[in-house]
């Protein structure tokens, strides 16, 4: 049943977005202009990802750190680039208590400043290295329009920083922490994002390149979430971060960066969710399973009690739902928060020897008899939902994927329905701005292991050195 | 053996602290004024502290969010009381990218505003009653004199901001998590703090009343770690935070707040660290076990990986290590960090159907046949290690707690040795005041359970309200 709170995500996606963040209690606009409160259904997905990640990274050798918020202005102008990037973007403090500063300082939009200026008091010999550091912090960029999770002026994030003592390691783990992004993407959040490099144009500020992680949302726009920047030796050389290397001799080090944010719970809801609220993939929902009793009777409850008792030991999170409200409004709670699977239990369904099954993905209902084995049925369950999330997913991907061999080929794409648009391109700046006039497409990711399609640049038809994916972005 | 980089803790305190700080990689000073960074085994000891203290709160009930960094004046101001408190130390961000703002913001001292705020448009009834909700992040305050982890102009914790239908259940919420932190300090962290109430000078600015966990360092000197406020309809009145209670009635909601900072690590070093580096109880040591095989043996890497494995499977914190340093390097670093526990291996012991257990705290060397059970070895060893600290943190703590039935008195003993100084108090401000007029004495908590000393205020003679504990304080 639609849920009357929520737009329908056909008749005005914007909207049925907000509806959705709304209605599942995900987070709540604030008096601060651009800026979300997270509620607890929200912040319960965030500290999942979180606790995946953060597992993942550690495994690879990474810890964690914290650098401070502020960045005093003469440390931020360091990087040309940085600066130029970010500065119309940053916010900035200039009075402490009641005091004027002598030297602004802005809140951190990225870390690249404060790990530099770390590491160059702190790395001296490549045995220092390398030093493979994360932190997971608060970051400001003054947005003007902003949409909760997708852009807003504060976010959370994971930024990795990571120094190196040799060109092929850091670009290794360039390619690592990337590879980590899609594995989370396609495994954890059933989202079957596409990576590869951006374009000069599109890459981070004082990056020698960047690769990207770029997901489709189910309206055909493109989410950018997750990206993995090597930066050579452009911050070492800038923030003088010098080590003696195996042959005794002094060298700039080699750094890299990535990140992931609170965004993601944005594609999450973009690609997966429905006109009756949050849809999740079992793997990242805080909560998995609800068993609603119906009525008193007190085989019913034991025998709730007893399946959450025993999913609950077994990895699989689960609850029971016992407030007082009318099993009614209890299925719709479930079902707008987005909890993957329900199990109703109720007196006839004892007497018909039978429990129900309801999937949130697909509304299926299914009967079955209680005397299977629960848990290996559950497990599987979970499992299968995940497995069919990401395939609908995929197939909506590859629907709204397309080629174009010319600009009015592009267009028409554009105007009807938009998506990836894989397109060759001669690699100038004049063209990707040519495309950019369109609806305001942009180079999503250069795709490096595929050849062009027509092997002529879909703007100016010179030599193609490129298969892009084109897109509108969020 | 002395390490050579930290002066000794008895030579001069201050150096020594901040010494091992240093020596031990907590942290370190940056360019940004009054901040620090955090580095790996720092932040390793904060995730432990947010590890447990997380699973506590949520085992009471509670859910995380995250409320914005930033706080316009405007709301700011609404409680009174709290905007005179905090105002002479707020960080202002008076401008957004290029443009000045129209509203300044101010960097969160701490968020009772921003959940006020929150919490008057979300609760309306009984029904929505109480709100359990906590953060993990970071405030700013503009502090003077800063120190690593103990006062610094950034800092990370957590505060709990709850609100209720009744008096009492908020009243009760706040001794609940005044006895979580007790809780926390004396199992986890082997501190024998002491808790009471704050006098009307001392609690937090817009309370009704503020419970304190208060901590003595090996030094004498008091650390405020830990505090729980009750704010009865203050911040509910002041932004409007009304519900429809049972009675259907509007009431105005009770509110309590609670928090925790980094500055535990701090005390913990305080407290139990010694002229070596870090000491660290096996609860809260990131690491519990170092493995040192001595020499290549394959015989000797065998065990050093059995022992790894069964410690490791059993929820000990074990690792073995493998660099390349020489064994005496590998000594004096497990020393320096804290590791509770040290067993080496070598190709004598093997001989001799022995292995070496080395006590970071006592740093007593303990032989053990080759074949007793390891693992319950190792199990017991950590947990007498951590009742043996904190033992001996009591015994300290007692001989730093003293009487004082005059003001001589109390000037003789915080002239010869400063520590918890017991002593009546009328309860009057003026009092108060004299007391700090000698080297800064400040009240630190009354004890509610306790009666006075003597019946007479130890300043003024008057009849003695409350026994109180007097200190001075980091």
Redesign the interface.
């Known amino acids: 049943m639609k849920n009357k709170a929520i737009t329908s995500r056909d008749v005005d996606f914007a909207k049925w977005y907000t509806d959705v963040v709304k209605a599942a209690h995900l987070a709540?606009y604030?008096?601060?202009k651009g800026?979300?409160?997270?509620?607890?259904n929200g912040?319960?997905i965030?500290?999942k990802m979180q606790a995946i990640l953060d597992k993942k990274f550690k495994e690879l050798g990474h810890?964690?750190?914290?650098?401070?918020?502020?960045?005093?202005e003469n440390?931020m102008k360091k990087e040309s680039e940085l600066v130029e990037g970010f500065?119309?973007?940053?916010?900035?403090?200039?009075?402490?208590?009641?005091k004027e500063l002598e030297e602004?300082?802005c809140?951190r939009p990225t870390s690249e400043t404060?790990f530099s200026?770390?590491y160059a008091?702190?790395v001296k010999s490549y045995k220092d290295l390398p030093l493979l550091?994360n932190q997971w912090?608060?970051v400001?960029r003054?947005e003007k329009e902003t949409r909760p999770f997708l852009r807003s002026?504060?976010f959370?994030w994971q930024e990795g920083h990571t120094i190196h003592a040799t060109k092929e390691e850091a670009e290794e783990e360039t390619r690592r922490m990337m590879d980590v992004y899609k594995w989370f993407h396609h495994e954890i959040l059933a989202i079957p994002s596409i990576t590869g490099l951006k374009t000069d144009k599109e890459k981070f500020s004082g990056a020698e390149y960047t690769l990207t992680n770029e997901a489709l949302m189910y309206n055909g726009v493109s989410l950018q979430a997750g990206t993995s920047h090597y930066f050579g030796q452009k911050f070492s050389s800038a923030y003088g971060i010098k080590f003696t290397n195996k042959e005794n001799e002094e060298e700039y080090a080699y750094q890299t960066s990535w990140g992931t944010t609170t965004r993601m719970i944005g594609g999450l809801i973009m690609v997966h969710s429905d006109d009756k609220g949050l849809v999740l993939p079992p793997k990242i929902a805080p909560k998995q399973v609800v068993i609603i009793p119906i009525g008193n009777d007190e085989r019913v409850l034991e025998l709730s009690e007893k399946i959450n008792k025993e999913l609950s030991e077994n990895n699989i999170i689960s609850y029971i739902d016992k407030t007082d409200k009318t099993p009614g409004f209890k299925f719709a709670e479930a079902e707008v928060n987005g909890i993957p699977l329900r199990i109703e239990i109720g007196l006839r369904n004892l007497e018909n020897n039978e429990i129900t099954f309801t999937r949130r993905d697909t509304s299926e209902k299914i009967n079955q008899n209680i005397n299977i084995n629960i848990l290996e049925y559950v497990k599987n369950l979970l499992e299968t939902i995940q497995k069919d999330m990401y395939e609908r997913a995929l197939k909506r991907r590859n629907e709204l994927t397309f080629e174009a061999r010319n600009l009015e080929e592009v267009k028409k794409i554009i105007n009807t329905q938009p998506g990836f648009i894989k397109a060759d391109w001669c690699g100038s700046l004049e063209c990707e701005l040519k495309m950019k006039e369109i609806n305001g497409i942009k180079s999503r990711c250069i795709l490096e292991h595929e050849k062009p399609l027509t092997g002529k640049c879909v703007v100016c038809g010179e030599n193609a050195k490129h298969l892009v994916v084109w897109g509108i972005q969020y």
Request: charged share 15%; glycine share 4%.
């Open positions: 709540s604030t008096n601060v800026c979300i409160a997270i509620e607890p912040y319960a965030w500290e810890v964690n750190v914290q650098m401070p918020l502020l960045i005093p440390l500065a119309p973007e940053v916010a900035w403090v200039t009075m402490g208590g009641s602004r300082l809140i404060m200026d770390y008091t702190h550091y912090c608060n400001l003054w002026r504060e959370l």
